[in-house]
């Protein structure tokens, strides 16, 4: 009896892992689509690249902006994953693709915010743990807005022009006048929880635009 419960429970197991097989499958190939691993590829060297970066001298807004930069190159990287090659047919065939596109984006999302927080550790980052959080989900929202307007190619430009917004804001907190609102969240505190909100909101209305919708690519 010990034995044919034993057979019982191999057989479900081997059944279990060929009904998962095809699902498996489609995350496989949606992931190899969007260029996944290129971009996990990516975030790595932004965060290596920021651990070398950190070890160098900076004043105190030469350490500010240096991981604002590349939080923004995340969220840009991150961006242009939602581009589809294959556009409309694609759209009108894959019943599990708004889970598919969640799943990728907010894994993506994830492994840079804790691959640039990692990075800081033992080092001098400017806004510690939080600020890298908040900011890299703010921006790759952003980023996820414009590849919902614009297409997936077009996505890098949304971070990319935040940046330069956040850091004109960066300069003013020395210079005056001084932005404080905070939808230009880079430029406050990690524990303002106005700025937590503002770049959390948008980062879900990213998520859901993408989530539903997808990048606005071509219908061919």
């Known amino acids: 009896m010990t034995g044919d419960k034993a057979r019982q429970a191999t057989a479900g197991g081997v059944a279990h892992l060929q009904a998962l097989r095809p699902g498996l499958r489609l995350a496989r190939l949606h992931l190899a689509s969007r260029r996944v691993p ?78 640039l927080a990692a990075a800081g550790v033992g080092a001098h980052l400017a806004g510690g743990t ?17 590849a919902a307007l614009l297409g997936g190619a077009l996505a890098w430009t949304g971070p990319t022009v935040y940046l330069i917004i956040a850091v004109y804001a960066l300069y003013t907190q020395w210079h005056g006048p001084a932005l404080t609102t905070p939808w230009i969240w880079p430029a406050r505190p990690g524990h303002d929880i106005g700025a937590v909100l503002c770049a959390g909101l948008v980062f879900a209305a990213g998520m859901l635009l993408v989530t539903v919708r997808g990048a606005r690519d071509p219908v061919d």
């Open 38 to 115: 290129v971009a996990l590829a990516a975030v790595a060297a932004c965060a290596v690249l920021l651990r070398v970066a950190l070890h160098w001298p900076w004043d105190a807004y030469g350490a500010l902006q240096l991981p604002l930069i590349f939080e923004a190159a995340c969220a840009a990287v991150i961006a242009v994953t939602t581009a589809s090659p294959f556009g409309g047919p694609e759209r009108a065939t894959g019943r599990r693709l708004p889970f598919l596109r969640l799943g990728a984006v907010l894994a993506l999302t994830t492994i840079a915010a804790g691959a």
């Open 130 to 146: 939080l600020e890298v959080l908040r900011n890299t989900a703010g921006l790759t929202g952003i980023g996820l807005l414009c």
